[in-house]
């Protein structure tokens, strides 16, 4: 059996109604996504609040437990058990719920009700807690001894391994191994009339076997007679003086002795003395799956919180496999929540759930407007370096590794720090760009009049219009690459539109260079030179010294000036086939990347350089930035920030611009807006 479905409701972000939480899940392996406090772990707490866990750890309510200022509204929690086998309908046999067409299997539904009586008992708020049946959570009380075969295996956040596999009383190695068929069913009982090998006893069978030996040990037995004759002497004639050595709890249960026993043992990993907390932790859930594997009825359900803790890169995808993998093999539900993007790469969309503001957005096939052919793709290609998207509270999608470098630095100097705002950059090398963007976009309910509860994380998706001014075919040698004159007024308009109608819907919106590409862009808004020179150092990357850095800028300049002087020369003689001054000289720009192979990339690294270091000079001020910027770029991150609460809030304006200029350029953007 498996959770289907869990509804919560009044349990710390989730409220009531629409504010509550119906989150879908699925047998085997379910990670859960999402940034810091969307909900993950209200949902894990829920659950163990609802089932209990195998280490029997109570669960202890606070008042924050309790949705919103009043607390006197109940907390609901409502898991739909499906996939029963014969084994869990006889266990549940009087809680079962039957569709009344009797189509379909029978399913068990467990109803939590916590209300806070407004009473203290012993010191403490008294909270009545119901277990009830039922799919309305009217039906028959759950007692505690069917409750007890639905606790949940849990592992707990930063967990401490070693502590947990450590010998003492109530350890969790002896919990694991006491409840474990290897160990209870094994081996043959202690009877000191036969001579049974030590190796074929069980458990029990060793501890009595060494109760023996250490009874009739030498020195101990020497000890209780000379105990014997300091008695004799104390005692009376004719009074018994007789005594009996034997270990301690001898006589209690078989089960209180075998604990007792399981308590004395240690669980390390061998070869290498003691171990990272990465080893441990891979120990400690190899233990927890050794128990849960061997549940033949109710819950075998695992719950782990941040499977990644204390792993390199490698072993959590490695974790990631294993769990996937076990959870097939062994028919049991995994529910795990993370935040590193090397174990979400590493888990099928199909699994995955994102939560967001304590809203569950699964991206299975036919939640998302993901395609069939989508998902294969995805499984291929998103990798750690794209998996951030599911953490992000803003997210931009760029088809290119020049924009991935540069777009910090723009929204940087445009007073929109992407870190602060929590945005991620993915950079989806050219391909794909309306792959990644279905995955938020949820799909059309299939009843009429339903709304869609779209995502509300902003993504935007920026790519290039690709048509080339009437003067750069000749000039970079593409004479069959479309200019605004070949393509006409009407057509560039249904150009554009499509490009940006390729991706948009709900909460994606795409942004297109509003002339050619990025680097062209940047070029002809009134950053030509400063490109140009970002350019020439890239070119002479290999042989850039800090003694030589200012020489080849300064050469650049001035090859740039002869550049823009032919510009000039060309558009008074008529030559430039109808292109403006500013639009020859940033194409002659473009052709440093177009036919001298320079590295656009390395371009936009020392293009950010350049830029940060006119800004902390003065010669480029925060309000001329935002004149000359490409728009679309600026639309873009507006987009993705605008409206947001930074993640650390600051009012500092950037070093070298006036506070006063600052405000002035967010009142334009909103304006412009």
Same mark, same amino acid.
């Given at each position: 059996?498996?959770?289907?479905?869990?509804?919560?409701?009044?349990?710390?972000?989730?409220?009531?109604?629409?504010?509550?939480?119906?989150?879908?899940?699925?047998?085997?392996?379910?990670?859960?996504?999402?940034?810091?406090?969307?909900?993950?772990?209200?949902?894990?707490?829920?659950?163990?609040?609802?089932?209990?866990?195998?280490?029997?750890?109570?669960?202890?309510?606070?008042? =924050?437990?309790?949705?919103?200022?009043?607390?006197?509204?109940?907390?609901?929690?409502?898991?739909?058990?499906?996939?029963?086998?014969?084994?869990?309908? $006889?266990?549940?046999?009087?809680?079962?719920?039957?569709?009344?067409?009797?189509?379909?299997?029978?399913?068990?539904?467990?109803?939590?009700?916590?209300?806070?009586?407004?009473?203290?008992?012993?010191?403490?708020?008294?909270?009545?807690?119901?277990?009830?049946?039922?799919?309305?959570?009217?039906?028959?009380?759950?007692?505690?001894?069917?409750?007890?075969?639905?606790?949940?295996?849990?592992?707990?956040?930063?967990?401490?391994?070693?502590?947990?596999?450590?010998?003492?009383?109530?350890?969790?190695?002896?919990?694991?191994?006491?409840?474990?068929?290897?160990?209870?069913?094994?081996?043959?009982?202690?009877?000191?009339?036969?001579?049974?090998?030590?190796?074929?006893?069980?458990?029990?069978?060793?501890?009595?076997?060494?109760?023996?030996?250490?009874?009739?040990?030498?020195?101990?037995?020497?000890?209780?007679?000379?105990?014997?004759?300091?008695?004799?002497?104390?005692?009376?004639?004719?009074?018994?003086?007789?005594?009996?050595?034997?270990?301690?709890?001898?006589?209690?249960?078989?089960?209180? $002795?075998?604990?007792?026993?399981?308590?004395?043992?240690?669980?390390?990993?061998?070869?290498?003395?003691?171990?990272?907390?990465?080893?441990?932790?891979?120990?400690?859930?190899?233990?927890?799956?050794?128990?849960?594997?061997?549940?033949?009825?109710? =819950?075998?359900?695992?719950?782990?919180?941040?499977?990644?803790?204390?792993?390199?890169?490698?072993?959590?995808?490695?974790?990631?496999?294993?769990?996937?993998?076990?959870?097939?093999?062994?028919?049991?539900?995994?529910?795990?929540?993370?935040? =590193?993007?090397?174990?979400?790469?590493?888990?099928?969309?199909?699994?995955?759930?994102?939560?967001?503001?304590?809203?569950?957005?699964?991206?299975?096939?036919?939640?998302?407007?993901?395609?069939?052919?989508?998902?294969?793709?995805?499984? #291929?290609?998103?990798?750690?370096?794209?998996?951030?998207?599911?953490?992000?509270?803003?997210?931009?999608?760029?088809?290119?590794?020049?924009?991935?470098?540069?777009?910090?630095?723009?929204?940087?100097?445009?007073?929109?720090?992407?870190?602060?705002?929590?945005?991620?950059?993915?950079?989806?090398?050219?391909?794909?760009? #309306?792959?990644?963007?279905?995955?938020?976009?949820?799909?059309?309910?299939?009843?009429?009049?339903?709304?869609?509860?779209?995502?509300?994380?902003?993504?935007?998706?920026?790519?290039?219009?690709?048509?080339?001014?009437?003067?750069?075919?000749?000039?970079?040698?593409?004479?069959?690459?479309?200019?605004?004159?070949?393509?006409?007024?009407?057509?560039?308009?249904?150009?554009?539109?499509?490009?940006?109608?390729?991706?948009?819907?709900?909460?994606?919106?795409?942004?297109? =260079?509003?002339?050619?590409?990025?680097?062209?862009?940047?070029?002809?808004?009134?950053?030509?030179?400063?490109?140009?020179?970002?350019?020439?150092?890239?070119?002479?990357?290999?042989?850039?010294?800090?003694?030589?850095?200012?020489?080849?800028?300064?050469?650049?300049?001035?090859?740039?000036?002869?550049?823009?002087?032919?510009?000039?020369?060309?558009?008074?003689?008529?030559?430039?086939?109808?292109?403006?001054?500013?639009?020859?000289?940033?194409?002659?720009?473009?052709?440093?990347?177009?036919?001298?192979?320079?590295?656009?990339?390395?371009?936009?690294?020392?293009?950010?350089?350049?830029? #940060?270091?006119?800004?902390?000079?003065?010669?480029?001020?925060?309000?001329?930035?935002?004149?000359?910027?490409?728009?679309?770029?600026?639309?873009?991150?507006?987009?993705?920030?605008?409206?947001?609460?930074?993640?650390?809030?600051?009012?500092?304006?950037?070093?070298?611009?006036?506070?006063?200029?600052?405000?002035?350029?967010?009142?334009?953007?909103?304006?412009?807006?």
């Amino acid at each position: 059996m498996y959770i289907s479905e869990l509804t919560i409701e009044n349990f710390r972000i989730f409220g009531e109604g629409d504010d509550s939480l119906v989150l879908e899940l699925r047998p085997g392996l379910n990670a859960l996504v999402g940034e810091n406090d969307s909900g993950k772990t209200a949902i894990i707490d829920a659950l163990r609040l609802a089932l209990g866990t195998a280490d029997q750890e109570w669960f202890r309510l606070e008042d =924050s437990d309790f949705h919103g200022d009043n607390g006197s509204a109940p907390i609901l929690i409502a898991c739909l058990f499906s996939g029963l086998t014969r084994a869990d309908r $006889r266990a549940f046999a009087e809680f079962l719920s039957y569709d009344p067409d009797g189509v379909g299997e029978p399913v068990f539904c467990l109803n939590v009700t916590v209300a806070d009586t407004g009473r203290l008992r012993r010191g403490r708020p008294y909270r009545r807690i119901e277990f009830r049946s039922g799919l309305d959570g009217t039906g028959p009380i759950v007692p505690q001894e069917a409750r007890d075969l639905l606790r949940a295996t849990y592992l707990r956040p930063l967990r401490d391994a070693e502590q947990e596999l450590t010998s003492g009383r109530g350890s969790r190695l002896s919990q694991v191994l006491f409840h474990s068929a290897q160990v209870r069913d094994a081996g043959e009982d202690y009877d000191p009339e036969v001579d049974t090998a030590p190796a074929a006893l069980s458990v029990l069978g060793i501890g009595d076997y060494a109760d023996s030996l250490l009874v009739s040990q030498t020195g101990v037995a020497n000890a209780k007679h000379a105990i014997d004759e300091h008695l004799k002497s104390l005692a009376l004639a004719g009074e018994p003086v007789t005594t009996d050595i034997g270990v301690g709890g001898s006589g209690a249960s078989d089960e209180a $002795r075998l604990r007792r026993i399981l308590e004395k043992l240690d669980l390390g990993l061998g070869g290498l003395g003691r171990r990272g907390l990465g080893s441990n932790n891979r120990l400690f859930i190899a233990c927890e799956l050794l128990l849960l594997t061997q549940e033949e009825e109710g =819950s075998r359900l695992l719950l782990i919180e941040e499977p990644e803790a204390h792993l390199d890169a490698q072993r959590q995808l490695q974790l990631a496999k294993a769990i996937r993998e076990q959870a097939e093999k062994e028919h049991l539900q995994v529910i795990l929540t993370t935040h =590193s993007p090397n174990l979400a790469s590493a888990v099928e969309l199909n699994s995955m759930t994102m939560i967001r503001g304590g809203k569950a957005f699964p991206l299975d096939e036919g939640q998302t407007q993901l395609e069939s052919t989508d998902y294969r793709f995805l499984q #291929r290609f998103l990798d750690a370096t794209k998996a951030n998207l599911f953490f992000a509270r803003g997210v931009l999608i760029v088809e290119g590794d020049a924009e991935n470098v540069l777009l910090p630095t723009i929204a940087e100097l445009a007073g929109m720090d992407l870190s602060k705002y929590g945005v991620s950059i993915v950079n989806v090398g050219g391909i794909g760009l #309306r792959r990644y963007a279905r995955i938020f976009q949820r799909a059309e309910p299939s009843e009429e009049g339903k709304a869609v509860q779209e995502v509300t994380i902003p993504v935007a998706c920026i790519t290039d219009l690709d048509v080339l001014p009437e003067c750069a075919p000749s000039i970079i040698g593409r004479e069959k690459a479309k200019t605004p004159t070949m393509l006409g007024e009407e057509k560039l308009r249904s150009r554009r539109e499509a490009l940006e109608a390729k991706a948009s819907g709900q909460c994606v919106r795409t942004f297109v =260079s509003d002339h050619w590409t990025l680097e062209y862009d940047l070029a002809v808004c009134g950053f030509a030179e400063d490109v140009y020179a970002a350019a020439r150092l890239a070119k002479r990357e290999a042989s850039l010294t800090e003694e030589n850095l200012a020489t080849v800028i300064a050469e650049a300049k001035v090859e740039f000036e002869k550049l823009r002087e032919t510009a000039t020369q060309a558009v008074d003689a008529g030559d430039a086939q109808g292109c403006s001054v500013d639009q020859l000289v940033a194409t002659y720009v473009y052709k440093l990347f177009a036919l001298d192979s320079v590295s656009k990339p390395a371009t936009a690294q020392y293009l950010a350089d350049i830029l #940060r270091r006119r800004m902390d000079e003065g010669s480029l001020t925060q309000e001329r930035f935002l004149e000359l910027a490409p728009r679309y770029l600026l639309d873009a991150v507006e987009y993705v920030t605008l409206g947001q609460e930074p993640v650390e809030a600051s009012t500092e304006p950037i070093v070298g611009v006036p506070a006063e200029a600052v405000a002035e350029a967010a009142e334009k953007s909103v304006e412009h807006e």
